[in-house]
């Protein structure tokens, strides 16, 4: 069975840093592609950011470039998204998706709320 | 960016009968490879998103065949025939052909 479990999220003043791991089990994570996707509270989805399957290849939403970077070890079968400099308009549910044919499976998704 | 623009918002629907959402595009979603990237999303209430079609009409697995997805270009549909009760929630439609890749601002399926 496919699983994504997110993890690292809470709240965070503004301006401060907060790491978000996805643990993937049930395929082989190395041959797929991965994202990060976000939802604001009672909004609907924006993608965040993608990674290739090796990670040699990055891309990401213009509101994060800079501030976010997705990243991914193979070895742990995990992806992460650093978020540094966060925002207040950064608070979102942040679900991490494995992307073969679409995004194929989705995990359960985790609050980040920036606030002071 | 382009932009997704989905009709209606909200839709009532009787069980059993025909529902269809259209989304229209600023820009054709046709690749240069020729693979159109478009696709469908169900997020129930209070879960997370699943895929329902890939590529313009693709279902992916487990996905009834009651859920069809059509068009080209810059202009595409998804029809739910017969809605079931476990039909209901958000359903968004998304681009993964230009970058950024984007989602429409989705459609509200209540029963009724």
């Known amino acids: 069975e496919v699983q994504l479990v997110e993890s690292g999220g809470g709240l965070v003043q503004p301006g401060r840093s907060m790491k978000l791991s996805c643990a993937a089990s049930g395929f082989t994570f190395n041959n797929y592609d991965m994202a990060w996707v976000c939802q604001a509270p009672k909004k609907g989805l924006e993608w965040v950011a993608t990674?290739?399957?090796?990670?040699?290849?990055?891309y990401y939403r213009d509101s994060v470039k800079g501030r976010f970077t997705i990243s991914r070890d193979n070895a742990k079968s995990t992806l992460y998204l650093q978020m540094d400099s966060l925002r207040s308009e950064d608070t979102a549910t942040y679900y991490c998706?494995?992307?073969?044919?679409?995004?194929?499976?989705w995990g359960q998704g985790v609050m980040v709320t920036v606030s002071s | 960016d382009v932009v997704l623009t989905q009709t209606p918002v909200s839709l009532s629907v009787t069980l059993g009968d025909q529902a269809s959402i259209s989304c229209r595009s600023s820009?054709?979603?046709?690749?240069?490879?020729?693979?159109?990237?478009l696709e469908w999303y169900l997020q129930k209430p209070g879960q997370s998103p699943q895929l329902l079609i890939y590529e313009v009409s693709n279902r992916f697995s487990g996905v009834p065949d009651r859920f069809i997805g059509s068009g080209s270009g810059t202009d595409f549909t998804l029809k739910i025939s017969r809605v079931e009760p476990e039909d209901l929630g958000v359903y968004y439609c998304?681009?993964?052909?230009?970058?950024?890749?984007?989602f429409g601002s989705g459609t509200k399926l209540e029963i009724k």
């Open positions: 820009q054709s979603l046709e690749y240069s490879d020729g693979y159109t990237y």
């Open positions: 998304f681009q993964a052909t230009h970058d950024p890749l984007t």
């Open positions: 990674i290739s399957y090796d990670g040699s290849s990055t």
């Open positions: 998706a494995s992307k073969y044919y679409g995004y194929d499976y």
